[in-house]
């Protein structure tokens, strides 16, 4: 017999944990190649994961409502054939390639819940680690639950008490890498809410870039009044015809798609010393979902679409990502993302790399401004539709000329929009 570690796959860029949310299978129960074992959720998408042997389920490593890590043991499978292959990715010159690993023909057993004399779940040791708690905290934690283990709550209730006191209050990184939080202190009628798991997230994800990407953010101004113009004359009729609201998103991201072909070294992405030019246009639009959390699918080959196409997609995407019924290979892939924060009349910001890309583009609100025009007697002021673009790069790959010049060019396809062309 042959014992199978069942791991945790990827399911995103930037996605590190799933929550399992129900079991398919049970000990004992033999499956076969391809049966559906267990039903993840991660980052609003919820998949399920096949088996990829056959053979008999020896133990369920988590229970459902846990929350293992990528790349975790999630399950053993014990099965009657040879060693199991199981494909890992490796980043090779050519790009990223699986080599076939063998695992060992005896079972591992499970991690043990006892360490350091600490008795806690890898669930709610997860949770203390996101909070900065550190082993010697949990030793002060007094464990409520079977056999004196640390629970979510015993967690909680240790903050809340306010027993939490990391020398030095200002934010610092200790040896680990791991950010620790300043010291709070509560004060009558304040509440503590925990983060849901996108936010945590999000979270680690932005501070992760922080850490990564030299950012450095250009700004310019563009004249749309053309566009604008043109929208309002077409947006009826595109309705009709498309059975999708033509709005200035599409437009933003087919000018990106264009530029991008332009300057090919901002699609690109960064592998320790190397720079991974990327083959496709891929282009994600961050997307506020209804409880205040964001998610950005991805419209692949974007530089092949036309308008109709863009916004079809666009508007099915993001449809689906507030349902909660987006598919996993949606929101990964991308090679450079756009925000139009501009819907929420903000008139720019400072956006945060969506990592492994190496730029990310701002769209800022439209407002009318007075605005030096050229005129047959040489300038003259009108009122014209105008929006604040913002490009944060990674400084370490993008130099200013080369930011600043995509930028131009994206300005450029939007101020010189062609009002002769067919949506």
């Known amino acids: 017999m042959i014992g199978y570690e069942l ?25 076969s190649i391809d049966q559906p074992l267990v039903e993840v959720a991660t980052d609003k998408v919820d998949s399920e994961i ?41 980043l090779s010159g050519a790009g990223i390639t699986t080599t076939p690993v063998i695992e060992s023909a005896v079972p591992k057993k499970a991690r043990q ?84 798991r996108m936010r945590k997230l999000i979270a680690s994800h932005m501070i992760s870039s922080t850490k990564i990407a030299a950012h450095v953010t250009s700004f310019l101004e563009a004249d749309v009044t053309v566009l604008v113009k043109w929208r309002d004359e077409h947006k009826d009729a595109f309705f009709r015809r498309e059975n999708a609201r033509l709005t200035f998103t599409p437009v933003f991201i087919e000018a ?69 019924a987006l598919h996993p290979e949606e929101i990964k892939g991308g090679s450079f993302t756009i925000t139009n924060i501009g819907q929420y009349n903000n ?8 990592q492994p890309e190496s730029a990310i583009l701002a769209f800022g609100t439209i407002m009318k401004k007075p605005w030096a025009v050229k005129t047959g007697d040489g300038y003259g002021v009108a009122v014209r539709d105008i929006m604040m ?21 994206v300005a450029r396809r939007l101020e010189h929009f062609d009002v002769q062309r067919e949506t």
Request: cysteine-free; overall charge negative.
């Open 7 to 31: 791991l945790l796959p990827a399911m995103g860029e930037g996605i590190i944990e799933a929550t399992i949310t129900k079991w398919l299978v049970s000990p004992g129960q033999h499956v």
């Open 50 to 90: 096949p088996s990829p042997v056959e053979g008999t389920v020896v133990s369920l490593v988590y229970r459902e409502g846990e929350i293992p890590s990528i790349g975790e043991v999630i399950a053993l499978i014990e099965t009657e054939s040879g060693p199991a292959e199981k494909p890992v990715a490796v």
């Open 113 to 196: 819940v006892r360490k350091d004399d600490i008795r806690i779940s890898p669930l709610v040791r997860m949770l203390a680690r996101q909070r900065g708690l550190t082993s010697d905290d949990l030793r002060q934690v007094e464990g409520t639950g079977s056999d004196g283990e640390i629970t979510r709550n015993d967690i909680s209730r240790y903050i809340m008490d306010g027993r939490l006191n990391h020398k030095n209050s200002n934010e610092k990184e200790p040896a680990n890498g791991q950010v620790l939080k300043p010291e709070i202190r509560l004060n009558p009628g304040d509440e503590v809410i925990e983060m849901d």
């Open 256 to 324: 990106v798609a264009r530029s991008l072909k332009e300057f090919p070294r901002i699609n690109v992405s960064v592998s320790g010393e190397s720079i991974v030019f990327r083959r496709n246009i891929n282009i994600g639009v961050a997307t506020a979902l209804a409880d205040g959390n964001l998610i950005v699918p991805v419209i692949k080959n974007a530089d092949h679409e036309n308008l109709g196409g863009l916004s079809r997609k666009l508007s099915d995407l993001a449809e689906r990502a507030r349902n909660s």
């Open 347 to 354: 008139l720019t910001g400072t956006p945060i790399i969506n």
């Open 389 to 409: 673009l913002a490009l944060t790069y990674d400084h370490r790959v993008i130099d200013g000329a080369l930011g600043g010049s995509f930028l131009s060019s």
